[in-house]
């Protein structure tokens, strides 16, 4: 899409094409192009209504119901940030006393968009044309018009005085391949950019990747990691005033609020007591490991690692927990694939989950080599005790 195909989408004739697209989204695309041509719509808008629609179907999981009325690139939606997880993040600004927002490659204007709904004065900047053409177009589709502004430009000029926050998340891929970018001093704006921002604006927030390396987290920042219905989605770096704990495990439900609203919290530093496979097994979330907040939850859980470098903690006991899935171990073997095989079958399993952590196996040929046949289900945990290659065989508590 261009500018020129998206002002036309915009007009009231390119929304009933948007609307008629929206019917043929998810069918055959050459038979929902050929479609929308014989209605008398030229074929490279037919194509932009289509994609739009396509976009908008996927959106959904997102955005919710709001993705219906959005513009949408698709490296754009990848790199949104969650409805959800805006709306957190937007909600703690407000709480913070926040009231303007300087948003620096605001994108599609995800977050914006959650920080206007909670009444923050929202300025954006975006360096792609139409990206920013994009990012007005949801605010006026949204009724926010009044409340997020989008200035096409350098986020780095903008004159970051004039707001009470700022809002920065650098692009991490490149532009036309799409290629995930991993040094931070490639990011745009760049690294030394994005962390000299709280200097000048004390609550400064900052999202990055999940696999951020600790090293480059500033000193001084809450640096939290963020999963929504157990994956893990993104991290952000809250800074000045907004810091609380150095790090922070933050766990979302898919639709609703926080599953626990605190969060896990700690320094990030501490290291879990090492002790033998308990009767049961924790599967930390995936924010939990990435914080390093592994040796906090086991203090919770009063359990211990089977090995110092494996993010799996057992106990003697089944505690509800939102931070880990738990597991009911009923056998520890050294790996052996026939051993394996032959229990597997004299308990009559033939369906498995296959978990892994320190194991160099691949869980789909494992899959295959097993060759079961009963009925019954089974979860295989493929990991390391006291450094040697360990299967536990396990059900759901």
């Given at each position: 899409m261009d500018l020129e195909q998206l002002a036309a989408l915009r007009t009231p004739e390119g929304s009933a094409v948007l609307a008629e697209a929206a019917q043929l989204a998810g069918g055959d695309p050459l038979h929902a192009a050929a479609a929308l041509r014989t209605t008398g719509v030229a074929p490279g808008l037919a194509a932009a209504a289509l994609t739009q629609a396509e976009l908008r179907r996927r959106a959904v999981g997102k955005f919710g119901p709001a993705a219906a009325g959005m513009f949408l690139t698709r490296p754009g939606l990848e790199q949104a940030t969650r409805g959800v997880v805006a709306r957190r993040r937007a909600d703690r600004l407000r709480a913070a006393g926040v009231?303007?927002?300087?948003?620096?490659?605001?994108?599609?204007?995800?977050?914006?968009?959650?920080?206007?709904?909670?009444?923050?004065?929202?300025?954006?900047?975006?360096?792609?044309?139409?990206?920013?053409?994009?990012?007005?177009?949801?605010?006026?589709?949204?009724?926010?018009?009044?409340?997020?502004?989008?200035?096409?430009?350098?986020?780095?000029?903008?004159?970051?005085?004039?707001?009470?926050?700022?809002?920065?998340?650098?692009?991490?891929?490149?532009?036309?391949?799409?290629?995930?970018?991993?040094?931070?001093?490639?990011?745009?704006?760049?690294?030394?950019?994005?962390?000299?921002?709280?200097?000048?604006?004390?609550?400064?927030?900052?999202?990055?990747?999940?696999?951020?390396?600790?090293?480059?987290?500033?000193?001084?920042?809450?640096?939290?990691?963020?999963?929504?219905?157990?994956?893990?989605?993104?991290?952000?770096?809250?800074?000045?005033?907004?810091?609380?704990?150095p790090r922070r495990a933050t766990l979302l439900g898919k639709e609703g609020p926080p599953v626990d609203a605190a969060g896990l919290t700690g320094d990030g530093t501490a290291e879990a007591p090492v002790g033998p496979v308990g009767r049961y097994l924790y599967d930390p979330d995936p924010a939990v490991v990435r914080a390093h907040l592994v040796a906090e939850l086991s203090a919770e859980l009063g359990a211990t690692l089977a090995d110092p470098t494996i993010?799996?903690?057992?106990?003697?006991?089944?505690?509800?927990?939102?931070?880990?899935?738990?597991?009911?171990?009923?056998?520890?073997?050294?790996?052996?694939?026939?051993?394996?095989?032959?229990?597997?079958?004299?308990?009559?399993?033939?369906?498995?989950?296959?978990?892994?952590?320190?194991?160099?196996?691949?869980?789909?040929?494992?899959?295959?080599?097993?060759?079961?046949?009963?009925?019954?289900?089974?979860?295989l945990v493929l990991t390391r005790v006291a450094a040697a290659p360990t299967v536990l065989v396990c059900r759901p508590v």
């Open positions: 009231r303007t927002l300087a948003d620096l490659g605001c994108g599609l204007g995800a977050d914006a968009l959650a920080a206007a709904r909670s009444g923050i004065r929202v300025y954006g900047v975006e360096a792609d044309p139409l990206t920013a053409a994009m990012a007005a177009a949801n605010a006026e589709a949204a009724g926010l018009a009044g409340m997020f502004t989008v200035t096409c430009g350098d986020a780095t000029t903008f004159d970051v005085t004039t707001v009470d926050a700022v809002f920065c998340d650098p692009a991490r891929r490149r532009g036309g391949t799409g290629r995930r970018i991993f040094d931070p001093n490639s990011y745009s704006p760049p690294w030394d950019f994005v962390t000299g921002l709280a200097e000048r604006v004390p609550h400064t927030v900052v999202k990055v990747a999940p696999g951020i390396d600790h090293a480059l987290i500033p000193a001084g920042a809450e640096a939290e990691w963020v999963s929504v219905g157990g994956d893990l989605v993104e991290a952000a770096l809250w800074c000045g005033p907004l810091a609380g704990f993010a799996y903690l057992y106990a003697d006991r089944a505690v509800d927990t939102p931070y880990a899935r738990c597991l009911e171990v009923t056998d520890v073997l050294p790996f052996s694939l026939k051993r394996l095989r032959s229990l597997l079958r004299d308990r009559g399993v033939g369906r498995v989950e296959i978990l892994k952590r320190g194991s160099a196996l691949e869980p789909e040929k494992l899959r295959r080599d097993l060759r079961l046949a009963g009925d019954l289900p089974a979860s």
